[in-house]
């Protein structure tokens, strides 16, 4: 157990819907990230929090959106869902933002499959 | 930009012998570089790293160096096991530390 928690574990949603997938990122951890796992793409980088600012981003589509609250977990919201959405989305948390060697510990991740 | 290459799977080997997963990336400045593991129906887990040139990473019997003449970061193990069946990542984190790069990821099957 990474001590990092997503929820829900699974999504079924149709075409056009919107969705939120929630992380809660280890205690004490700042950081936090996320990623896109499918088939085709591999893992993917879209997004990275610290301390509730966006510090990077990565491939993340303009119909995805993402925040981190001030109790540090975060949300990825993904709205107009199509078909090639459908994926495996983790969360990961780290200490800092990302300095040399910091580690990520990854969530157990959301499966969402759109219909 | 940054990438990370990894040797294409499934690779399929039988118990106690000898695993080398190859993994070479393409980065400026002086990167960390990661394996991960991911076992079926998990997350990944970080295995090793390695934060500076000739750095040897190391746990559970896996092994890696950062070789930064050949820009590469080998995973090996000795002698594997069937519950190391599972899908390794390399990647690496650039000078800024604000990206993790993630290689495509190659599947292990080990028989007993």
């Known amino acids: 157990d990474s001590g990092v928690t997503q929820t829900p574990k699974h999504l079924i949603t149709a075409t056009g819907q919107r969705v939120t997938l929630r992380c809660s990122p280890r205690s004490g951890d700042l950081s936090v990230y996320w990623y896109q796992q499918s088939l085709d793409q591999g893992l993917q980088f879209l997004i990275q929090y610290y301390n509730g600012e966006e510090r990077a981003k990565g491939n993340i589509l303009e119909r995805f959106s993402a925040q981190q609250f001030p109790d540090l977990h975060s949300e990825l919201n993904l709205s107009s869902l199509e078909l090639g959405d459908s994926a495996l989305y983790f969360c990961a948390s780290s200490l800092k933002s990302g300095l040399r060697g910091d580690t990520q510990y990854f969530g157990p991740g959301t499966r969402l499959t759109v219909l | 930009g940054d990438s990370v290459t990894q040797m294409e799977g499934p690779v399929t080997l039988s118990e106690e012998a000898f695993l080398t997963i190859n993994c070479t990336y393409t980065?400026?400045?002086?990167?960390?570089l990661f394996w991960y593991v991911q076992y079926p129906g998990e997350g990944l887990q970080l295995l090793l790293k390695?934060?500076?040139?000739?750095d040897k990473g190391s746990n559970k019997g896996f092994e890696a160096t950062y070789r930064k003449e050949t820009t590469s970061f080998h995973l090996e193990k000795g002698s594997v096991q069937v519950s190391d069946s599972a899908v390794y990542f390399c990647?690496?984190?650039?000078?800024?530390?604000?990206?993790?790069?993630f290689g495509a990821g190659t599947r292990l099957f080990v028989k007993a």
């Open positions: 980065a400026t400045g002086y990167p960390s």
């Open positions: 990647a690496l984190t650039n000078t800024g530390g604000f990206k993790t790069i």
């Open positions: 390695a934060t500076k040139a000739d």
